[in-house]
């Protein structure tokens, strides 16, 4: 039987990481999400199913797990990973701002693993792509540091719940990993670049971490793929840093 693995948010940036490594490591890939990657290298593209979903709906998620887990497929691992980052003054925020990141950012976890525990098995693995602003506050970014901080106590709480079943539960909390979505994010009035994204990850990177640089998105895929392997297994309930060393703990 192939093992299976879902990656929600999966054709671009963190998501494709993750996506591109678990293929290349011998599981089938089915990755979720609102677009799909025009194109597929030939090595891949027997090893990725791309599915179009919502990760705000429910039934969406359902339909993900029970599609990684037929035609031969048994479901290992679901990585909640799809959601977005917006810098917003308090006083800038605005009903359906706060519902689109809520439903996206944590709610969208709630479905994800709902979903997940009703296919993984023992062994199984559900893997949450957080933040390190699941840890700490900053200005001007209250609404996402809250979906994040929600993640955080998803993840410890899930972890009691299915490790009885077997099943493991952590997050991963990389720090800024420049991506096309983090440089629009950053480029916003509300957020701390002052309109020079490129400029403010040199000083980030310069001045807060204790390796002079920036993670980047594979190394936080290498950190999914340890995870979701019998290396980890006892390892669960885990908030893991994939900082640099920003954020020493």
Known sequence: MKQSVVVTGGSKGIGWEIV???????????SGSRSSRSSLDGDLSQSITQVQMDAKVEQDHINLAKLASQDGHELVAYINNAGYSKWRAIEEVDENFLDDIIETNLMGYFWGAKAASRYLKTGGSLINISSLAGKRGSANNSAYVATKFGVTGLTQSLSKELGPRGIRVNAI?????????????????????NGNPESFLKEFAENQSALKRLPTGQEVADLVLYLISEKSSAITGQSINVDCGVLPN
Not at 22 to 30: C, I, S, T
Request: aromatic residues 6%; proline residues 9%; hydrophobic residues 40%.
């Open 173 to 193: 909390c990389p720090v800024l990993i420049e991506s096309e979505g983090l440089l629009e994010a950053l480029s916003e009035p509300s957020s701390p670049a």
């Open 20 to 30: 591109q490594t678990l293929a290349r490591a011998g599981y089938h890939v089915f």
